[in-house]
Structure formats: structure tokens, C-alpha cells
């Protein structure tokens, strides 16, 4: 056996990795004092209402078994009472929504809708929210910044145009990084949003508002948007389902300032819920019209003529390497499917993805939108004034932010040998896949961490942007939670348009695994 230097420096890295973890682990768990989560109880009545699907409470409305104003109450009554524990909402509930759902029911009473209307309204009465980078129309529009505390959107996204509609109603919006560019949802206008799992912990970013929100039970389901992983890294942390649609599948107008006519970009919209079995009639509603036939939601996918891959890590030093409780996940995963199928999950080996996180920098810097003049909501800023500013307590940016503005005056990466990795990398995932293969892939080393940790060690979410920069739908999946209490999870990544066949297999992993698994105390 040859003695090999780069086998020695990765040993050390891996050393390095699992200490500063636990490093950190142990100094922000006590600095952040005793483990408390959402343990706010629920009548029997409430809990019946709010931990069910959006699905069942659209076919209970519809049935006249249940009121569309009943459902909003409970909800918007559970957002006043839950929502000073996570600090999840810019604005909401809103009291016009218990009007609409009390107009929804005196319609349906009265029976005023035609078979056509309720055709049209699958999700009739049922409550959403929706994070606040993505307009509501005359509903604040902050992006997280102070310098916007009571700016109002005009108009509707097209996202939330075309849930209201299908029908469903709008009850509130949710916290969000400043302009959406952090890992963690955090501001100088509402605050840190906290995890329900564990208030001191992560709930991811973009979306975390929206995962917070939807894994308490606040909410029927929200709509999120995801340029690096930001449905998918909130979905993992808040232990909820997530997907991130085929590139260009829904129109963007309306989401963070965008015109819905970017044709270049990493960014997509798709829904969030506690359910796998929403996903699917959510993207039914926002997806572009022409796409309808292309997805072919409706299409039964055969499990059992699926081809299955997973990859063991994406190669990266950079980021945490795979703990024990995550691989375990990925066994039980592999072991399903192939018990399923009769058939080997085969492992993969893709090209180049020890570049994911320098692949995602450079194809940022290749977006329609400037994230340093969003940030300064129209005028460019000084990252070192802004530095100065946050070192004498007067800033009114998170350190995120800052950091954000300081990555734009580090050197650029490689432009020649980033465009050739993507196209390499995506090149091979698409011919393994095909049109009727899936990828499992890890959602993360390890479940949330602490507030503050992404700080120090951030580029473990290079497992959920490589798919941004490739443009491939994901759904992300709970699997349970770990030995802290914290949700697991995994992604199930598909070919371009083949977005049925990751909602599919994540349905079949809710039905074998269980999903979502309440961060609060059920009544029997």
C-alpha cells in the first residue's frame, strides 16, 4: 500500500470537521441555554383540524363536513398563540380572511357554485401562507429589510395570484433572510425565526418562515421559492415536505422583485407542506399552463419500473462529513426500494461535484437580479462602511448579510472551468436518469444546527444548491427525527419535466417512513 499525502490531509480535515462541530455544538447549546420546543396544546377539535392534509380539508369543505371559516380560525388562532415561540410571521393573520371563508361557506350552503367553479377551485376555504419576498397584494413586502419596514406589495405574485384562484386563502406571510441570501432566517426587522423541533435551532433559510410555520401547524401549506436550496433546506431543518420544480415551470413574476420573464436563472417557486400527497395538486395550480400536458402530473408512475441511484457524499472537504444517523437514512432508503423492485439502488459517481459550492457561486453571479443593490433596496452599499457600521452596533444588517456583501470582493471563480464542470456534471446526471430514473441524495450531514453555526460552517448546503445550478426538480422528504429529536430527511432528484416521478417516490417514502412527525404532543 502507497503512502499517499492527500489521503493524510483528508483524514485531517475530517478530524478537524468533526471537532469544530462538536465545538460549536456544545458552546452555542449553552449559550443558548435549555432545549425548549412548540408545546402548545391543542383541543381535540383544534388537532383535527390543523394536522390534516390541505387535500382532506378542501374534499371535508367541499362535503360541507367542515367550514372554511372554522379551519381559518383555527389556524389564524394558532398562528396569535404558536407564533410568539417561533417568530415566523411578518404580517398576518389577516382578519379579511375569516370573511372570505365565511363568504366561501354561505356560498356552498346556499349551493351557488357550479360543478365547473368547484372544478376550478380544488383548494376552495382552504388557508396558505406564503414567505414575504413573494407579493401579497396591499400586504407588507419587506424582504427583511428595515430600510422597506411598511412598504406594501401592489399586486399579487403570480404564484399566489393563481392560488387564490384555485380557491384557497390567504391568512399571513412569513419571516425571510434579508433578500432571501442566507442559510438562516434571520433580520433587523422581525428577528430570528425559530425551529418548532427546538427553539434553539435552525430552521434554514430562505423559506424558514414558511417550514416553521407549516411544521406547527400554523398553516394549511405555503408556497416557497428556492435559488439554493431555500424550500429544501428549511423543508430538511423543519422536518416538512418541499419541492423545487423543473426549471422554468412556474412563472416567477412577483418573487423577490423578479418579472417572471428571466429565462437564465437558478430560481424556482413550489410548494411546502406537511404532506407529500399536497405537492403534487399545489404545482398542478401554479405551474405555466403550457406545461400542464409536459409534466403529466396525472400520469400513475409504475414504482416498480423506476431505476433507482444514490450517491454516498458529494466529495466536497468543505462540508461536514456524513454522520451516522444520516447514512442510516440513506440505508433504510436504498433498502425499500430495493425490496420494492426487486432491483439494486445503484451508486453513482458524478463528475465534478466536489465544485458544487463554487459552481453555485459563480452561476450567482450570473443571475438577472443584484443581490447587493436589492439589498440596499436600490442603492449599491459599502461592504466595509456596512462592516464598520455593524462593529459599532449601528447596522441595520444581520452578519449574513454583511458577509454576503463581503463575498462580492473575493476573487471570481474560473469562469471556463465552472461552465465546463456544470455542463459535465449535469450531462452525466441526465443520461444516468433518463426518463425513468431518480437519484437519492443526502439533504445534509447532519440535522439543524444551533442559531449562529451557519456563521462558522455554512457550505454544507452546497448538497442542496448543486441542483439549483443544475436545474433539475427535487423534492425533499422527512425521514424521521434523529437521536436530538431534529428531523431527518433525504432528496429525491429527477430529470428536467419528470418532476412526477420525485413526487411520486416521495409519497411512497411518506407512506413506508411516516413523514412529517409532529414537533408537539398529539391527543389520543
Known amino acids: ?54 387535500v382532506e380539508l378542501a374534499q371535508l369543505i367541499r362535503e360541507k363536513k367542515l ?25 398576518g393573520p389577516f382578519p379579511e380572511a375569516l370573511q372570505q371563508a365565511q363568504e366561501i361557506d354561505q356560498k356552498l350552503e346556499a349551493n351557488e357554485f357550479t360543478p365547473e367553479e368547484l372544478k376550478d377551485k380544488p383548494f376552495l376555504g382552504v388557508p396558505f401562507t406564503t414567505k414575504d419576498s413573494t407579493a401579497v397584494a396591499n400586504k407588507l413586502h419587506t ?15 403570480e404564484c399566489v395570484r393563481l392560488m387564490k384562484e384555485s380557491g384557497a386563502i390567504i391568512i399571513a406571510t412569513s419571516n425571510v433572510p434579508e433578500v432571501n441570501k442566507w442559510i438562516e432566517t434571520r ?22 418562515g414558511e417550514a416553521s410555520l407549516i411544521a406547527a401547524s400554523c398553516t394549511g401549506f405555503g408556497l416557497g421559492t428556492d435559488i439554493g436550496g431555500s424550500i429544501r433546506i428549511p423543508a430538511f431543518n423543519c422536518g ?23 429565462k ?29 400536458a409536459v409534466l403529466k402530473l396525472d400520469t400513475e408512475v409504475d414504482l416498480k419500473k423506476v431505476r433507482y441511484f444514490y450517491v454516498a457524499s458529494n466529495g466536497m472537504l468543505q462540508c461536514n462529513p456524513i454522520n451516522r444517523e444520516t447514512e442510516r437514512v440513506m440505508y433504510n432508503v436504498r433498502k425499500h426500494f430495493e425490496t420494492l423492485t426487486g432491483k439494486e439502488v445503484r451508486l453513482a459517481n458524478l463528475p465534478h461535484m466536489e465544485l458544487s459550492g463554487k459552481m453555485w457561486r459563480y452561476w450567482m453571479t450570473q443571475e438577472p437580479a443584484n443581490f447587493n443593490l436589492l439589498l440596499g433596496d436600490g442603492v449599491e452599499l459599502n461592504p466595509f462602511v456596512e462592516l464598520f457600521k455593524k462593529l459599532l452596533g449601528q447596522s441595520d444588517y444581520t452578519m449574513a448579510a454583511i458577509y454576503s456583501l463581503i463575498d462580492g470582493l473575493l476573487p471570481k471563480e474560473k469562469e471556463s472551468l465552472i461552465r465546463s464542470a456544470t455542463k459535465k456534471c449535469k450531462q452525466a446526471l441526465c443520461e444516468l436518469l433518463g426518463d425513468d430514473g431518480v437519484l437519492f441524495f443526502h439533504s445534509s450531514p447532519r440535522t439543524a444546527p444551533f442559531h449562529y453555526y451557519p456563521l462558522v460552517k455554512f457550505l454544507d448546503f452546497s448538497y442542496f ?8 426538480p427535487v423534492t425533499q422528504v422527512p425521514m424521521g427525527l434523529d437521536s436530538n429529536g431534529m428531523p431527518l430527511g433525504v432528496q429525491v432528484v429527477s430529470n428536467d419535466k419528470n ?26
Not at 14 to 32: N, P
Not at 150 to 156: F, Q, T, Y
Open 240 to 262: 416538512v415536505f418541499g419541492h423545487k420544480p423543473s426549471a422554468l415551470a412556474v412563472n416567477m413574476a412577483g418573487c423577490t422583485f423578479r418579472t417572471g420573464k428571466e
Open 264 to 292: 437564465e436563472t437558478m430560481v424556482a417557486a413550489g410548494p411546502m407542506s406537511r404532506y407529500a400527497t399536497d405537492l403534487r395538486p399545489i404545482l398542478k395550480v401554479i405551474i405555466e399552463p403550457h406545461l400542464q
Open 465 to 472: 444548491s448543486l441542483f439549483n445550478v443544475l436545474r433539475l
Open 67 to 91: 367550514k372554511s371559516y372554522d379551519i381559518c380560525k383555527a389556524y389564524c388562532d394558532r398562528i396569535e398563540t404558536v407564533n410568539r415561540d417561533i417568530n415566523a410571521i411578518v404580517d
Open 499 to 524: 418532476d412526477r416521478l420525485c413526487l411520486a417516490v416521495a409519497e411512497e417514502l411518506e407512506r413506508a417512513f411516516g413523514g412529517w412527525v409532529p414537533p408537539f404532543p398529539l391527543k389520543q
Open 143 to 157: 424582504l427583511g429589510l428595515v430600510a422597506r419596514r411598511s412598504v406594501r406589495a401592489p399586486n399579487d405574485a
Open 187 to 208: 433580520n433587523k426587522l422581525i428577528g430570528c425565526t425559530n425551529n418548532p423541533y427546538d427553539l434553539r435551532r435552525s430552521v434554514g433559510g430562505s423559506s424558514g
Open 1 to 54: 500500500m502507497s503512502f499517499s499525502w492527500s489521503t493524510v490531509l483528508e483524514a485531517l480535515i475530517y478530524i478537524v470537521h468533526i471537532i469544530s462541530d462538536r465545538l460549536l455544538e456544545i458552546i452555542l447549546g449553552w449559550y443558548l441555554g435549555q432545549r425548549k420546543s412548540v408545546a402548545t396544546p391543542l383541543s381535540l377539535e383544534q388537532q383535527s383540524i390543523v394536522t390534516k392534509s390541505a
